[in-house]
């Protein structure tokens, strides 16, 4: 360990290549930064993400983060122009890239990686040296890396506060298809619908249809890069999808209802798949739906209720359904402690139901 | 107005009939409850939802709030029973049960509704008397209910706290699908194909797959009746989305970006259309991310502090991220007061990023 020293090149100074600048430097790790747009480099240097790369900069480990359509060429000339460095890439694929990069002098060099960090804003000023941490960061050697080149990375996630999860470019594109480009699309689909809808009948739009499309709002321009770039594990799962898709509406049109429960049970079934807080196992909760004047200061009222009752929120939903000037606030809270918060809130006297 | 004076007759003690009963002994009209099982009318009566409904009553409305299946069935016996009362029903689909009901003698005194409440918690002891408060709530006469029973039925509503929407049942129907049973539909297929994932696939997943995927989380059986009782609307529906993701696949299959870009642009001005809270156009809105210690206290502390600077939370979201020992809470505010509050917690010594 510790084989990290810098100086660390970051190629392209937005969202992720700041923060990873501003969390290298709460470390002491020298940084130095490149971007097509000096203006980019003024920013995050100012906020103190490193200083602009001179001519004669001889970089430890180059990280390259830029948009996807651009990555494979930036990393061969990192590769080229640094010829002692090792190379990563941030990408949010990794397969394409490399096929890409297949056959470039120094490819033992380079090892891809990807932190799973918010995509939704961008520019320096997003930037935060506390974006990753505790966040998974996948670190995707292919067949030729080196030991060394490996290992470089993995410290540069780790510096950066994050959990690295070694898996193959291959892997690591069949996941976020799956959990990030999947999901992504058929939020979009559902989003679409609305387009057409008469505004009479969006009147009746709970929190179900808010939560199912949220992702949907993501910038079309990128997801644009996106999903081609992982053109063939999404089409492997839109496939299993479409299967999906057609027995869903022969068992919906054809009033079947075992294959519909069916399909209905397998999605409850995926549900609890997904790993809970901190990676472990999910714990069961419970919610406690509480009644809340629209205004500041009754939510801080509330939390320092719960909190004066010890229970840990886990999680924390406001209903923003049309029409009420007195919300609803869900606490989504360890199954053990909700009866225990109950008695709490309403003794402070709380509107609540479980 | 205030021609509603009672009895109501409550049929099915569940959530909603129990919040129902509470909502209107709140407002001192009188309530009887009925419901196959014993149990359940005891637990709603001993919350103060009503009293056990005697052999000679002569209840001027009935609401029937049974299961999907059950409906039509129970109001026909509410029209029978009860030749003098106006009878309503808050099932999640209109257009079938009235077709079920078609030619029944009293038809002229039934009106459809549907509280936009929620689904996922059920029985008595989930009842409150604040569920409807500001809630969109769908009155939907049919060509031969009088204007009598449509004005009792949009009280009934309004007693309740809610909003009464009137539109024909065929419009409602239409409206769900849209709004609530195909994004249902759709995260069923999305965390369906989590099943089969690898246990290290899914070490990726970040909040977008638990949003997309949530709802899908519901009680199969429920929804196995929901979906065939709306069936038609459901299934335009799906013809036209399959009809998008023929188009999508391809789009994907030959790298058509201009087709693609379409499609994810179309998806973005679908959540657009979403209305705001309090039902008004959206106000746009500025997300402020703040680093959070995860145990109990934290959070009371974050919301005093933001609640200090006066400025109003229009919604939480914690991150739920593995491996995360401090948290990541997105306030989301109005876009003005964004840089204030930001401002305010760094001063409080709050790690901010906008």
Redesign the interface.
């Known amino acids: 360990m510790s084989e990290l020293r810098g100086p660390v090149l970051v190629v392209g100074t937005g969202l992720l290549g700041t923060s990873i600048g501003l969390a290298l430097r709460a470390r002491d790790v020298d940084v130095l930064l490149s971007d097509v747009s000096p203006e980019h480099v003024r920013t995050a240097s100012g906020l103190g993400a490193g200083h602009a790369v001179p001519d004669d900069a001889d970089p430890q480990l180059v990280v390259v983060a830029v948009p996807p359509d651009l990555l494979a060429e930036q990393v061969a000339d990192a590769l080229d122009h640094y010829p002692h460095a090792v190379v990563t890439d941030v990408g949010s694929v990794k397969s394409g890239p490399l096929a890409q990069l297949d056959g470039h002098h120094g490819l033992e060099r380079y090892v891809g990686s990807h932190p ?1 960090a918010g995509t939704e ?1 961008s520019g320096p ?4 040296a ?2 990753f ?4 960061w ?1 670190v995707t050697p292919h067949g030729a890396s080196t030991e060394a080149a490996t290992s470089l990375v993995t410290e540069l996630a780790e510096l950066c506060g ?2 690295p ?1 070694r ?1 193959t470019p291959q ?2 594109d ?3 298809a ?3 480009h ?14 057409e ?10 929190p ?11 910038d ?2 990128l ?2 890069q996106i ?2 770039a992982n ?1 063939d594990a ?2 492997a ?6 299967d ?2 057609e027995r ?2 022969a068992a ?2 054809g ?1 079947d ?1 075992a294959a ?2 069916e ?18 196992a999910p714990r069961p909760t419970a ?1 406690v ?1 509480v ?1 809340l004047p ?4 009754e ?6 209720d ?3 009752a ?9 209903d ?7 919300g ?1 606030v869900e606490l989504v809270v360890d199954l053990e402690r909700a009866a225990h918060l109950t008695e709490a809130l309403v003794g402070r006297g709380w ?1 609540v ?2």
Do not use: C, Y
């Open positions: 799973m804003r000023l997003a930037g935060s506390a974006l941490d505790g966040r998974p996948a994050a959990m999860v898996m892997e690591h069949q996941a976020v799956r959990t990030s999947l999901p992504h699309l058929m939020a979009v689909l559902v989003a679409g619908r609305l387009v809808a008469p505004e009479a009948h969006l009147a009746l739009s709970g179900g249809v808010r939560d199912v499309t949220r992702v949907a709002g993501g079309p321009a997801w644009q999903i081609p053109r999404v089409l799962l839109l496939d299993d999808v479409h999906r898709f869903l509406r919906v049109a009033t209802l519909l429960g399909l209905l049970a397998e999605g409850r079934a995926g549900t609890r798949r997904i790993p809970g807080k901190h990676g472990k919610s739906f009644a629209d205004h500041p200061g939510l801080a009222r509330l939390f320092a719960a909190s004066n010890e229970v840990n929120i886990e999680d924390v939903r406001i923003h359904d049309p029409g009420r000037e007195v609803q509107t139901h479980a």
